[in-house]
Each structure stands twice: as C-alpha cells, then as structure tokens.
C-alpha cells in the first residue's frame, strides 16, 4: 500500500496509540464511545457513516473526510451514492466546501484503485479489511 | 396548529416568499438548486434529510434543525432513530451541541403531539402534509 | 423609533457602554481600532461595510448582521446591491446562511420604512444620523 | 430566583432530563464524561471552567456562556478576571464575538446581583450551591 | 509559471474538471451558479471579488483566500486595498485568522512577481489572462 | 534547531515582520494589542496561554495550537496539564478536533525533545528563551 493513503493511516494509528497510552481515562472513554456510536443500531453503521462523512465536510476537516470516505467505501458505498452526498455538502456548506470536494475526489480516486488491486487495510482491531466491500455481499442497501 | 411551530412555519413561509420576489434569478436558481438535491436518487431523500439535520446540528443553526426535525419526522424517522443521530451530532460537534440538541427535544415532542392529532401542514407546492408518515404506509425502512 | 431596531439599538448602546465603562484598556483598544478600520482610506467605508455584512452573514451573527444592514443602508447602499450581496453570502456560505437571511430581509423592510419616515438615529458620537444617506447626495457611487 | 436565569436553569434541567431519561447508553455516557473532564485534577476546575468558557465564546454559543458565566462564578472569578478573559475571546475571536460579550455582560450583572442577595440554586446533585463563593472561602487565588 | 502558485492551479483545474464530469447536474448548477453570482451587476465584480476574500479569510480556507487573491489582483486591487481588507478580515475574524494572513502575504507576493514578469495564466474559458490588470486600464477605480 | 517546529518559527517569524512592514497603522496596532492581552495580569500569562490553547483547537486552526503549544511548554504545562487541556478541547469541540491533537501530540514531543537538549529560541523582543521554563523555577504553580 503506498500513496497518500498509506501515509494517513500510518500517522493517524501511530498518533492515535499515543494519545491513548499517554492519555488519561477520559481520553480513552472518548475514544471508546466515539466507537459505540456508530455500530449497527435503529440506524445502520452505513448510514451513520455518511452522515459523519457529511459532518466532516462541512465542519471542513480534510483528514476526517478522507478517514469518513474510506469507511463509506467499505460500508460499499457507490459513486453516485458519493456524489449525491457532495451535492448535500455542498448545498449546505457553500462554495467554501469546494477545495474540500477536490481533495476528496482524488482520495475517493486513489481508494478505488486500492479496491481495484484488492488490498486491504489493517481495521482497529488489528483483523484486515478489504479496500471495498462490495464484493463481499455484505453491503446492505440503502433504497 | 399552535405553538412554536406554528410561529416557524408562518414566519419561514413568509419572508421566503419575500425572498424570492425580490431577489434576483439567482438567488432563485440556489433555492430552486436546494430543493433538487433531496429528492430520490441514488440515495434516498430520507438518508438525506437525516444528513441535512447533522449537518444542521454540527454547524449550530437552530432554524435549519427545526425544519429538518420536522422534515424527517414527515420521513417517518422513529425516535430511536433520532437519539442514535443525536449521538452522532454529540460526539462529531461535541458539548457545544448540547443547547441545541436540549431545543431539539422540545422541537421533536411538540412535532409528536401535532402528528398523534393527525395535523397536517402545508407542503412546498401548497399540497396537504401529515405530521408524521408512519401511518401512510409509505415509509421506507433504513435497516 | 419602534419596534425591533429600537430594542436592538438601546441593548446595543446600552451594554456597549457597561463593556467600555468596566472593561479595561484593552477592550477600549479594541474597540477603538474596531472604528477606525471602517473609515475611508484605500478602500471607501461603503465597500468596508459591505464587506462586514458579508463576513457576518457567513459567520452567521444576527445582530452582527442587522447593525451592518443598517450601516450599509446609511451608506446609501440600494436594494439590487443588497440581493446582489445576499447572494454572494449564499453562494460562499451555503443553504444554512439561509434563516439568517429571511431576518435580515425583515430587518431591512423594518430599516426601510424608518427612512420612508425621515426617522434618524443617534451615531456613535452622539450626533444625529439619517435612517438612509440617498438623498443626502453624499453616497459614493461604487459602479 | 427570578430573571433570565431561573428562566435559563428550569430549561436546562427539563430538557437535559428528557435527553438523559428518552436518551440512549451513550447519550448518557457522553453526559457523564461532559461532567468527568471538569473535575479538579491536574488543572483546577476553576481553570478549566475558564476555559470552558473562552471555548464557548469563541465557539459562540449564548446558552453555553450563560452557564459557564454561573460555574465561573461559582468558583470565585473576580470582575477584573472575567474582563481579561473577555479580552482573550475579543482578541482570539474577533468582534464576531461582541454581540455576545453584550450578553454576558447583562448576564454577569444578575449572577451577581442574585449572588449580593445571598440566593442559591440547586446543584446538579441536588445540594444548595451559593451563587457567589468568595465569601466560602474556598476560593483557590489563580494568581 | 513555476512555485506554489502553478502547482496551485494545476490541482485546482484537474479536480474541478473531475468533479463536473463525474459529477451529477446538481453540481455542475451549483458551478453554473458559482460563475453567475460574482459577475457584474448592481455590485461590480471587483467589489464582489473582494466580498469574497473577506469570506474566504473568516471562514480561514487558504485555498480560496489564495483563488481570491489571483481574481482581486486580475481586477486591479492595489497592494494598499488589500491590506485595508486584511484590517477588516482581522478585527472581525480575530487573531485565528493571522496564519492564513501570513500566508496571504506569501501568495501575495509570488502574484506580484509574476504579474512583474507578464506572465499569463489560462482564465476559466481557456482565454489566456495577465497576472495583473493595472496596465491594461480596464480597472474600475473603488474610490 | 532542526525540523518541524524549525520551519514553523522561520515562516512565522518572516511573515509576521512582512505583514508589519508593509501593513498599516491599524494592523500594527492589533498586534500590540495581541502581546498586551496575554502579560500577567488578574489572570497569570500561564492560565492565559491555556485558555488560547483551547480556543485556538476547538477552532481548529493548526498554526495557532502549534504556537501555544510552545508558549504553555515555556510557561512549564506540565505533560499532565497538557492532557487535561486535551479533554477539554475533545468534549467541548467534540471528535471533529481529534486529528488536531494527534497533531498537537506530535509537537508536543518534537517540544520536549528539544527542550531536553537544552535548545533556545528567540523570543519576539530578541532575547533568547529556554524551550522549557521547568527548570527556571519561575514557573507559577496552578493547583
């Protein structure tokens, strides 16, 4: 795995150990429930995941947009599932959003080639993911 | 129909209004351009009205939360639905969300009491609205 | 002078004068270069003010919002440049500008009528200022 | 107790409880942590209050300053401490922030005067919280 | 044309080529959009222009402060104006926008070196466009 | 000195004496206004540097937070101090602030390693300061 992709997970797991070994207990009980929240529930780990892809984006923080597309991607989101969410973004967050957008696509771009050569990731809990689910059937869909 | 909604309803109704016959084409072309984005596509326009209330939520306006509570509710979205999504609010926008989610809950109770005495509203293009869809049948399920 | 703008300038007025008369240096410093970068100078206090209404809208402050209007009103700014300039917050800040600018449409009827009427309204230094500027002949042109 | 601020603690506590009871796990645990982080610890909870309350600010959330304005007080900030936080936010945040530096400047004058009449409110366990502490004697000096 | 600045436009056109392609209408309206609204009208575009920085700069976005810094420069803002403007986006955004100002500086001054070198670079329709606009007297005057 | 916070002190340190040089009266003076807001006062320079610190993340600007960081660390924040700092910023500005702290953690430790080495920086008047003020024994306690 190589690219800017594999350089955001790098930074972002080896920063994240620290912060939870150096952090106190109520760093790590954010970090639990920050997990908890978006498990299947009344509302399902997709949609969940969308909306925190939406929230990133116009609370404009790039590195949870790329971590949120990501996610999204394994959860089989489509292109055009993608795009409609832009057009949301978009819509809500202003022309401000738009260098975001950019940077999105080349990362949604770069995530797609990844899926495409069937690598995978390590996931939290240290089992591997695969770059996209869609193939594993396991994708629920959204309509 | 009484109370705060009410009051909402009628003042949003009015100075759209206002806002359209006098402003120029493009503004009208945003407005028209905002309706667009939340119909039915690939994702559905009940995953996007839940998008718009988190991204209302994160990004703190009190207006746009109201009309998005209602329009979800509209959506048939159950109130399990809506406490799992103020999680995702709570824990992307952190505390400082807490006022408006407290504002939320009153929004979502009196929006609760109109729909069990089956009010309606007045839709965008002058049709009659139910309070709540769950009874319509129409509903599409999320899981 | 009645109504909303009446209430909003005696609070403004008011605590502006508790901020300054228990406020220390600092804040008065403040304050002070709060004035005197709106004046004329490179750029002309008309465009300066335009530019505050932008800014606040996108920053979405009402109040920031309705005492910019009323400045910008003074400054002879017409109503095509008000819509044009809605549009412009539109575009950069997204739908959720949207509330704040149903308000301000409201508060620019109420700042126009007080005109139609001749009313004035004290300045900052306590001298008498008129509700609009057109007929003063002093308004810059900006095209 | 009387005011704004009655008017203020009676929402507050109404609706925090309608979340917590109508709300889910994590809701509640997000609540506990919200209550954890303030705790005196290697800062002071007098320091984090004050903190609390320059992100409030800054972050521009009335509700939220209104509450942390009360806690200030309760922990000992002095007048002179208050405007040199007022200071921080003004510098940090900009004059986006006066409108609601307006505010807390109505809202200080009635914590004080309720706190000059020697009433009380309850606490989040329950027990009678003066509204002033300096004369408890509690107060830990910052300087 | 070399530096930050071309790597800048090289990103800025190939992503925003790739968003209309693959993108839906919405978003290609939501461009269309973008154009019409900063194209002379009752405000000239110069001054819509410099509206524009000022949101980009609050809303801290260095890619779009930079966009806006090339466009204002192209409608002949003078070095002069644009400090003016810095004025107004601090005392409104405060102190947390002074990096973004630092930067602005930067790109300011890699503009005026090109613009010293007649360097060209490709406008949106293709048309070739100087770096400045002072020398071809088709500035409209702000003052 | 070597590295990140290297780059960082030179940019800053030019840009700022750029912006100084060729800006105006009024630019000038909100940087004075910027020192003398943060000396020892009612509040001690320490518990002021803390409070930016929080308001510099929970606007989430980098720059700003890599600033504070080194101001704190000469103030002598312990590392303890630091995380609890953290907590505060993580629940008030909720998980949206989480790759902001990954990043503040990363500083933190380029700041420890260099004041271990016993490195100085200039400070703004020119005088030489210790990376670390631990060990200076003016640092005033907070608890």
Redesign the interface.
């Known amino acids: 795995m190589a690219g800017k992709l594999a350089t955001f997970h790098e ?2 797991s080896r ?2 150990e ?2 939870l070994s ?3 207990l ?2 790590k ?2 970090f639990n ?2 997990s ?3 498990t299947n ?4 780990s997709r ?2 995941e ?3 892809l ?3 984006a ?4 790039d ?2 947009i790329t971590y949120h597309l990501i996610r999204c991607a394994e959860e089989g989101v ?4 993608f ?17 975001h ?3 999105a ?2 990362t949604l ?1 770069e995530i797609r080639e990844k899926g495409a050569k069937g690598e995978t990731r390590k996931g939290r809990n240290g089992e591997e993911r695969k770059g996209r689910m869609e193939e594993t059937g396991k994708r ?1 869909k ?2």
Chains 1, 2, 3, 4, 5, 6 share one sequence.
């Open positions: 930074f972002r920063m994240n620290k912060l150096e952090g106190n109520q760093l009980r954010f429930l920050d908890q929240v978006y529930g009344a509302l399902s949609t969940k969308l909306m925190r939406v929230a990133s116009v609370l404009r923080c590195d949870c489509t292109d055009e599932e795009f409609e969410t832009f057009n949301v973004i978009l819509i809500v967050g202003g022309s401000i959003t738009i260098p957008l950019r940077r696509v080349e771009e629920r959204e309509k």
